[in-house]
Nanobody, 118 residues
Framework: QVQLVESGGGLVQAGGSLRLSCAAS????????MAWYRQAPGKQREHVAS??????????NYADSVKGRFTISRDNAKNTIYLQMNSLKPEDTGVYYC?????????WGQGTQVTVSS
């Protein structure tokens, strides 16, 4: 079993920034797939950003709606995945979930609420 604990959510005005953190209960050094998803009220969960590949060959991928504003990163020494969110918009409001794949099994965090006021 792997536990993921997100933090860093909150209420912010439009144009502001937040950094979300996802602390894993095991080493993330060898994890090849990690991502952030979000779910707005009344909508389906959607992909926001992901990292695939090893640390030396990793690639990042972003939803069109967040490109140029959000940055996903990893800190293997801290077993933590980050999502830096800048220039936030009201439509970024939702619950943000951390996601990893370990040995073919999917793991999700409990989510952290992000609310962007206009």
């Amino acid at each position: 079993q792997v536990q993921l604990v997100e933090s860093g959510g909150g209420l912010v005005q439009a144009g502001g920034s937040l950094r979300l953190s996802c602390a894993a209960s095991r080493s993330i050094f060898s994890i090849l797939t990690m991502a952030w998803y979000r779910q707005a009220p009344g909508k389906q969960r959607e992909h926001v950003a992901s990292i695939t590949g090893s640390t030396s060959t990793q690639r990042t991928n972003y939803a069109d709606s967040v490109k140029g504003r959000f940055t996903i990163s990893r800190d293997n020494a801290k077993n933590t995945i980050y999502l830096q969110m800048n220039s936030l918009k009201p439509e970024d409001t939702g619950v943000y979930y951390c996601y990893i794949v370990v040995l073919g099994k999917n793991y999700w965090g409990q989510g952290t609420q992000v609310t962007v006021s206009s």
